[in-house]
């Protein structure tokens, strides 16, 4: 039987090249959450499934979603997302010190069909504050999505911090008389708004929304993109989530930023969001699926028969945030084929080979990463493999080095050759850093 | 309904705590990989059942899996193990750079009953040399084990690395006659020496081997500790695998590796390994898991139809070092309390508080981490959930600082108080290093 070579549709599969630049993203994320306290968390892949059809709503937890039976007879689903596990978590967690502010890159898990953007397997960042009730969690969640983007070098420009509010949508449709039940289906309807062409939209609207008036509601509502459009302030003007999101407006531009755009037509597609909405989109277009997604939620541990505990928090895509860079032209050239060895050390003859591999052992005490041949081949043939590895320095170990213990070190890019004492090679290695050399 | 708060048995779940010390252990794993020139790679946690039938065998593929059929049909396996994964990237990539040196992070799956140092879900470290026949491979991967105990401070009087040869186990075996089956059998029957009480082996061993001079030879060999024991160089003395361990023997101590022990009995449990096998053990007998097994494979992307390739490698469970971390007091104190902010900016009302916000983000410009309040409390419970949190500085923005621009930072254990511009901020934290004080 020959095996297929390749991994299954829409599995994250990553050669060492793909992972550096994974590699530079995450770090990015971790650094910028951690600049405001952030801590980081992992929950299981597996869970019940019961937790994620009572938090996701069946279209996730089933239909979109890896489930089946276990030996033990137990209904399991790899998790779809993250929230509903981090509910579980902190329901379970009796002394946590308030306000929570936690992050976690979880790989999760999705039948759906593979496209841009979007694979069947892919890791997010999520990051939530919890137990705290006013705008100041929502400007620092901002805050750090800010971080994020400008710590990638992305430019205002580039990517737009769209937000709304659901409690507005929500004020504004309950007062056109419609029920519970009429408003999510508008808002899973709005949700569509930036996915399909606009005629189609609002042809989609009228059929969804019997009610002409009601219709009517929602196209003039989801077309503000200012809290003081007109038809916006005659509509809500003095309730309590205009207030808010009007407050909200002023805290983002007193902190600065100027990425944040309010956009009525943002819902978000999960059920348990309940006050301010945002998302992360490219201003370009180019990349037409959210970067990220977020927004505030109210009593999400309560199924758990715990204390109300209130969040805002916002899962990320690692891939769709790559795809952003990439079109950007913001991934750092170099980045994926940069191996990690600072210096090849060539061996000579296998009488040098004890020697070589204690000088390499002292070397990595010092911290330099050291990549020594051992193949056992020619000379020629192990420079081959250094260039080939674009390792930056490469140095041979003959019986001339052994005997004296002084090492001629080989800057393959400058051609450069220097020697020293085997106690001197850590610094000219640091020094490369210093001279803003290859690193 | 009332959902359960905890996680599914076995499952892994990490409070910021916990995944700090899991933290602290990753990273000395990535350090000590890449001191050698590892690169770091990823495969799918979901595979297709038949990659791992074809590689792990059925006892880990199927009885020890979780595996199901997905809504496509395909019968897919959550992987209880990398190396098949591996193998399967190897035989997909054309252009590969030997020896290739990977490492990889992988969180596994298999449903067996949870026990110390044993879990459903766990994540382990793979490390693997491909393409290098010769004994240096293997003398490569034993410094990096090695390194990576060192790094943990373990002493060596606290680990042993054992190894032995599945070559040489087999040549003895083959030389009484025994068939390929029975000698798979009687490896089956080795792996489970140090698992049960000496009596109970050696019964164990009679009563699967039938013929008595064959169980004979079995537990004759597996009480070798030594390659030159009088019974081994008279059974195996000049074969080519009982030169090659001799070889190796002198390698390790030529290297300086005195951790590592020649053992009869060692086999490991995977059915391709080929050549050199070797685990970690703790000498104090406290944990029996093995915290890593590995060996020498040939041959193993030749079911992909490609060319032979040979590797060296092991995977590490990262459960079972932490536990030996743990028995012997080596995780650092404070690790797992430690929280990320370095200061804590309490806001004495909301006037000030855009004021507070645009300095916490010139700090973080800085590298400062910083937790800013943001629950809108009185400073008394700000202090306390700053107190709480361990936050090693605060410093309070009230009016007289906005109107001074001159902030007070009080470090919190030691009780000092320093005034200074916001522009000393980062050095006064940063001298908190210098000084050794808590980080």
Redesign the interface.
């Known amino acids: ?8 549709k829409g ?6 090249g793909e ?2 630049i ?2 530079y993203i995450i770090k990015r994320l971790r650094v910028a959450g ?15 499934l ?2 994620f059809l ?1 938090k996701s709503g069946n279209e996730l937890a089933v239909k979109q979603s ?1 489930n ?4 033990g007879g ?1 209904k ?1 689903i ?1 998790r779809p997302e993250l929230t509903p ?1 981090l509910a ?2 902190v ?3 009796g002394e946590l ?3 929570v ?2 992050m976690s890159f979880p ?1 999760c ?1 999705r ?1 759906e069909k593979p496209q841009r953007g979007r694979a ?2 892919f890791m997010q960042f999520n990051l939530d ?1 919890l ?2 009730d ?1 705008l ?2 929502e ?2 969640v901002f ?1 750090v999505l800010k ?1 994020i983007m400008n710590s990638l070098n992305a430019s205002p420009g580039q990517y737009v911090i769209r937000y709304s509010s659901r409690r507005l949508a929500s004020e504004i449709l309950e007062s056109c008389g419609m029920t519970e039940e009429e408003i999510a289906q508008a808002f899973a309807v709005i949700d569509k708004k930036d996915k399909i062409k606009p005629d189609e939209w609002e042809e989609l609207v009228r059929k969804t929304i019997k009610d002409e008036r009601n219709a009517d509601t929602i196209i003039s509502f989801t077309s503000c993109s200012d809290p003081d459009a007109p038809w916006l302030a005659e509509a809500a003007g003095g309730s309590k989530a205009y207030v808010e999101i009007v407050r909200f407006r002023g805290m983002l531009k ?3 930023i100027l990425e944040a755009q309010f956009e009525a037509c943002v819902v978000r597609g999960l059920d348990y969001y309940t006050g301010i909405v945002f998302e992360v989109m490219d201003s370009g277009g180019i990349n037409r699926r959210a970067i990220c997604g977020g927004g505030r939620y109210d009593n999400l541990v309560g ?4 204390q109300k505990v209130t969040g805002v928090g916002f899962g990320l895509g690692l891939l769709t945030l790559e795809l952003f860079l990439e079109t950007y032209g913001l991934i750092p050239d170099g980045i994926s084929g940069k ?3 600072d210096i090849f050390l060539a061996v000579y003859s296998d009488e040098e ?2 020697f070589a ?2 000088l390499a ?1 002292k070397l ?1 005490d010092f ?10 081949k020619n000379l020629s043939k192990q420079f081959k ?1 250094a260039d ?2 674009s ?1 930056g320095y490469i140095a041979v170990i003959g019986p001339e080095e052994v005997a004296s213990g002084r090492i001629t070190i080989k800057n393959m890019s400058s051609g450069t050759k220097t020697e020293c004492e085997i106690s001197g090679i850590p610094q000219i290695l640091a020094d490369k850093n210093l001279c803003g050399e290859a690193n």
């Open positions: 039987m020959t095996l297929s070579r390749k991994p299954l599995m994250r599969e990553l050669t060492p992972k550096r994974e590699d951690a600049a405001y306290g952030f801590e980081e968390y992992e929950t299981p892949v597996l869970e019940p019961d937790l009572a890896y089946f039976t276990d030996k137990r399991l790899m596990s579980r978590m329901a379970a967690s010190i308030y306000p502010k936690w790989v898990y039948y069947r397997e504050i137990g705290v006013g100041e969690a400007l620092e805050l971080r007193d902190a600065g199924m758990f028969g715990g191996h990690p060895a080979r004890t591999v204690n052992e990595r911290g330099v990463s050291v990549e020594i041949d051992i193949t056992g493999i080939r590895k390792i």
